[in-house]
């Protein structure tokens, strides 16, 4: 798989994955917490790979 296709599938995923934290959590929040969420969610996966791609080296 490309690099585009994995950021789209991690996209879609934590974009999915931070409304549904978002409306079990927090119900009164709007759905645009829900996607600032998910894009916290796909930067934590970034950022994660990052850091485990430096330790390995």
Partial sequence: M????IFVVRLILGLVFGIFLIRL??????IYHGVAAGFILVALAYG????????QK
């Fill in 48 to 55: 994660m790979a990052l850091f485990r791609k430096k330790k």
């Fill in 2 to 5: 490309n690099a585009f296709l």
């Fill in 25 to 30: 959590f927090r119900p009164e929040l709007g």
